[in-house]
């Protein structure tokens, strides 16, 4: 059983948990319902979408690491409000990370808040953020945006919960490569996988 907070929880048989790189969730979650979607926005809608097809969840948390000069290096953090950093149609009179004709706006809010972990506004782009400065999120990954959107119009309850792996700067790419191993304990501690 996951307990997310007072008034949701879910027992782990009917739990989908997403990961993009299966480093991220070693062999902590093999004995789990686990998806390893690949990187980007593309894999992880495309992979999600056949998960959901086969098998539908009550619950879908995303967990991966990604990427803070907000947070600290070694924080899990609880996204629940999600932009698509990378879209940018104001040439034709748009917001900035708004999707022309799909009646979201820029900000999407979709996603279960965990008891005492901190929350988040996740940045989802296909680029490895490495000079992070907007303010608009405080995260940045590759996938979640497209998890979130998903679970949203499938209308299935979503966890989003981000390992900070490295600053989104200069170091990033260096960090990155260190920490992303330590992100299946921390998820393991966290939501008492055993």
């Known amino acids: 059983m996951i307990q997310i907070n007072q008034e949701y929880s879910f027992p782990l048989e009917n739990v989908l948990f997403s990961f993009a790189l299966a480093a991220e969730a070693a062999e902590v979650f093999e004995s789990h319902h686990t998806l390893i979607t690949g990187i980007g926005k593309v894999n992880a809608a495309y992979e999600l979408t056949k998960a959901i097809q086969i098998k539908r969840p009550a619950l879908i948390v995303n967990l991966g690491s990604a990427g803070s000069s907000f947070f600290q290096r070694g924080e899990v ?3 629940t409000k999600f932009i698509q950093r990378d879209m940018d149609v104001r040439g034709l009179g ?3 990370y708004e999707t022309p ?3 979201l706006p820029p900000l999407l809010e979709y996603g279960l808040k ?3 972990v ?5 940045g989802t782009g296909d680029n490895f953020e490495m000079g992070h400065s907007v303010t608009a999120y405080n995260v940045v990954d590759m996938e979640s945006y497209a998890i979130a959107m998903i679970a949203m119009k499938e209308k299935i ?3 989003c919960l981000k390992y900070i792996s490295d600053g989104a700067d200069d170091n990033a790419a260096e960090d990155w490569l260190v920490q992303v191993h330590k992100a299946a304990v921390a998820y393991g501690k966290l939501l008492q996988i055993k």
Do not use: A, T
């Open 77 to 79: 953090v609880c996204c």
């Open 101 to 103: 004709f799909s009646g």
């Open 114 to 116: 965990m008891d005492g």
């Open 94 to 96: 748009y917001e900035l």
């Open 118 to 122: 901190n929350e988040g506004i996740c």
């Open 157 to 159: 309850p979503f966890l």
